[in-house]
């Protein structure tokens, strides 16, 4: 595999640490409640990690879960079980034990690391009573909760410290034996959809990818960024706490996103970098004292995994005062990272694509039959390059049935390209319905009525109907004071849109059902479907 400076200059995700201790010291690394860590202070964490996951028998290919909400451990146990060699499964913090154990089977963890409590969840007594012989039940590490304020009893990462056979020396040894096609995780997709399967990924991919996304989204050492998407997904551990090691940006991990909470967290620890879906910044904007905290210090964000109308991109920058808000497109099998728009897009570009690709990764809009399609026109998005993964755990099948003999990863996502290159995300092929013969795609309808100057949010779906087959059904959540009637919605899509996309059916709604990823839990919305 071809490298570049940055998987060569850092090597492994643990080597980050290391590099970033020697370059940026005692700065600040990581903020949670009580707990500031320098660099120097997380390095030397990361040494006692590792020297007790070698002392728990985890060594080079072993699988462990990693089940807890965004925090410091979190990112000590990462860096101490990719230290000793092992690789990462992070699990949803979400998910039920029958979930949980499914993911641990599959990927034949030996270990796991859990919260010891997170929302009202023990996970590990949780799966002793669901799942008693789950084999990752043999070792376990219970995480202590996230807020920062050291407990009486020693940390679990220096249970095992004191060991004389896994000295300091000896756990430096261990990361300096990780190359780039090490594997470091293998990262569990959402399974909205059926059985979750596991995206084998490497250190090397990785660093390459969000060493070149931090630097073109200008991070730098003065920058303090608020994590808020969860660190089971690439968006909050790649994009987040890793990608800010990388450049001496202070990491300040939220493991519950509430949106007062995190106006605060922005006013007192001057946060500039906010990286997540467009419902985080809908909650920012709209709550009710945002003008009680000083949000200047903001200046970089990027949202996507769903439809960003422009009027979300100007407020961000007005109301919120960023200074850069980019878009992105990406899925867990290519590293979460495909295209992104570069800083200097239009809002209309940023609004209406997702940007171009990443450099050295390649994008294909195919037909049905596999060809290409010109510019302009809708077809499946195909991708090839180094960040597309070397296949799926243990299923040779799955792995060839999503990446062909060339190379191109099949993504299921259908879209087209403009003449500039850039790629516009049209919908989920599974999730298009067909009315009176017509595709209609639940992505581009959720977009166009995002025009509308009342709707905060919006969800569509197919639906059952006896003359067309399927039609669609709009979820809607209103802006805040905003009045708007169904009769009304549906006479303003259809001056807007032609006939087969206007949704037959609005459902108005407090809230869209989410995953911890903050996708719309679409079959939610089906079952709730009430003809």
């Not at 796991?112 to 008693?132: N, Q």
């Amino acid at each position: 595999m071809r490298h570049d400076r940055h998987d060569q200059l850092f090597r492994s995700i643990p080597n980050v640490v290391r590099v970033a201790a020697r370059r940026f010291g005692d700065a600040p690394a990581l903020v949670d409640g009580e707990l500031r860590l320098s660099f120097r202070e997380l390095e030397a964490r990361m040494i006692q990690a590792v020297r007790s996951a070698l002392a728990l028998g985890i060594g080079p290919g072993d699988r462990v879960g990693l089940c807890a909400p965004n925090s410091a451990e979190w990112i000590v146990a990462a860096l101490g079980i990719q230290g000793a060699g092992g690789v990462v499964v992070p699990l949803n913090t979400r998910f039920k034990a029958r979930e949980i154990s499914y993911i641990l089977r599959r990927s034949g963890a030996k270990a796991l690391f859990a919260a010891a409590s997170f929302l009202g969840t023990d996970y590990i007594a949780d799966l002793r009573r669901t799942d008693p012989d789950l084999p990752a039940l043999r070792t376990t590490v219970s995480l202590p909760a996230p807020g920062g304020h050291e407990d009486a009893h020693p940390p679990w990462y220096e249970l095992f410290s004191t060991s004389s056979a896994f000295t300091e020396s000896f756990a430096r040894t261990s990361i300096d034996r990780l190359t780039p096609d090490d594997v470091s995780d293998v990262m569990f997709t959402s399974g909205t959809t059926g059985h979750p399967k596991g995206v084998v990924l490497t250190h090397g991919q990785t660093l390459r990818a969000y060493g070149w996304m931090s630097a073109e989204y200008t991070f730098t050492a003065s920058d303090t960024f608020l994590v808020i998407p969860p660190f089971f997904h690439c968006f909050g551990y790649k994009a987040g706490w890793l990608a800010s090691l990388m450049h001496g940006v202070t990491v300040v991990p939220m493991a519950v996103f509430d949106a007062g909470r995190a106006l605060r967290m922005i006013h007192e620890e001057r946060v500039s970098i906010v990286l997540g879906p467009p419902t985080i910044f809908h909650d920012l904007l709209n709550h009710p004292d945002r003008s009680a905290y000083d949000l200047s210090s903001l200046r970089v964000s990027m949202t996507g995994g769903t439809t960003v109308p422009e009027s979300l991109i100007r407020a961000m920058k007005k109301d919120l005062s960023f200074d850069i808000v980019l878009s992105a497109y990406g899925l867990t099998e290519a590293s979460a990272l495909v295209t992104t728009g570069r800083v200097g897009d239009t809002e209309e570009t940023v609004a209406r694509t997702t940007g171009r690709p990443i450099p050295d990764v390649e994008v294909r809009i195919a037909d049905d039959a596999g060809r290409e399609v010109p510019p302009g026109r809708d077809g499946e998005i195909l991708v090839r390059g180094y960040t597309v993964t070397r296949g799926y755990w243990d299923d040779p099948e799955a792995t060839a049935a999503a990446i062909d003999t060339d190379g191109w990863l099949h993504t299921g996502d259908v879209g087209h390209v403009d003449a500039d290159g850039n790629l516009a995300i049209v919908d989920r092929k599974k999730e298009m319905y067909i009315v009176g013969g017509f595709n209609a795609y639940p992505a581009e309808i959720e977009k166009l009525l995002l025009g509308h100057a009342a709707l905060a949010e919006v969800a569509v779906i197919g639906v059952p109907d006896e003359r067309l087959g399927e039609v669609g059904c709009a979820f809607v959540v209103p802006r805040p004071g905003a009045s708007v009637t169904e009769e009304d919605l549906i006479a303003w899509a259809r001056e807007h849109m032609a006939n087969f996309k206007v949704p037959r059916h609005v459902r108005f709604v407090d809230r869209l059902p989410r995953n911890a990823s903050q996708k719309v839990l679409k079959h939610e919305l089906r079952a709730g479907y009430g003809g």
